[in-house]
């Protein structure tokens, strides 16, 4: 059964026009991430929440924001959408603060700009 | 500065075994995870380490040195399914301030022919 489940797996949207993309989990885990990955490229951190404490990477654009209203549900909202943000978006969970936790992840939401 | 590298590509024969490599230099050590990355798909957990020396899974073995900043994935036996994107990430206190992120690698992909 899947533990992280990411919706919709396929996301297509217009340039400029806002989206949401959502991620839920029934592992439990105190620490949600969120992603970009680009072709051929490493899975890039965009922020995460160790249970409602929000944490920003300082080159995260503005215009990626999130939510996470519970402890099973987090959420990447991206205000206007370029061309550059076409990517594979991924949702991870793990526990914390355990060192030897490993990251979960759901299988991901493809995001492509028309 | 953080720094992992790992070879971009390999190619192996099924049935056989192959290794794939890391190396890194990071601010402090916490920890080395082993992912396995089929296209299109999210990275799925395979390996830890944080102690030096080899931990043994089924047909996949990973190993650390902690002191040459070294490790590497050890695949036996491969199956056409093990053709996949291997990706080494270091988890270091000092980059995170705290131990809830990664530095990832950018992959190595795996081609595994008949």
């Known amino acids: 059964d899947a533990m992280v489940i990411q919706n919709p797996r396929y996301q297509v949207t217009q340039f400029g026009k806002p989206v949401t993309l959502s991620c839920s989990q029934t592992?439990?885990?105190?620490?949600m991430y969120w992603y970009q990955q680009k072709s051929s490229q490493a899975p890039k951190l965009l922020f995460h929440y160790y249970d409602k404490d929000f944490n920003n990477e300082a080159d995260t654009p503005d215009n990626f924001q999130s939510r996470r209203p519970n402890t099973s549900f987090c959420f990447l909202d991206i205000r206007s959408p370029g061309l550059g943000d076409a990517a594979m978006y991924l949702c991870?969970?793990?526990?914390?603060?355990?060192?030897?936790?490993?990251?979960?992840f759901g299988d991901g939401t493809r995001l492509s700009i028309l | 500065g953080q720094n992992i590298d790992q070879p971009t590509e390999m190619t192996a024969t099924e049935g056989a075994i192959v290794q794939i490599n890391c190396t890194y230099q990071?601010?402090?050590?916490?920890?080395l995870f082993w992912y396995q990355q089929h296209a299109g798909e999210a990275p799925t957990f395979l390996s830890y380490n944080v102690l030096d020396g080899l931990e043994e899974k089924g047909r996949f073995s990973s190993f650390l040195s902690r002191s040459k900043g070294y490790s590497y994935l050890l695949l036996k036996e491969l199956q056409m399914k093990d053709s996949a994107s291997y990706l080494c990430?270091?988890?270091?206190?000092?980059?995170?301030?705290?131990?809830?992120?990664?530095?990832w690698g950018l992959g190595t992909s795996l081609a595994v022919n008949p």
């Open positions: 592992l439990n885990h105190n620490v």
């Open positions: 990071t601010s402090g050590f916490n920890g």
């Open positions: 990430a270091v988890r270091s206190p000092a980059h995170a301030g705290n131990n809830r992120k990664l530095i």
């Open positions: 991870a969970t793990s526990r914390a603060p355990g060192e030897n936790q490993p990251q979960h």
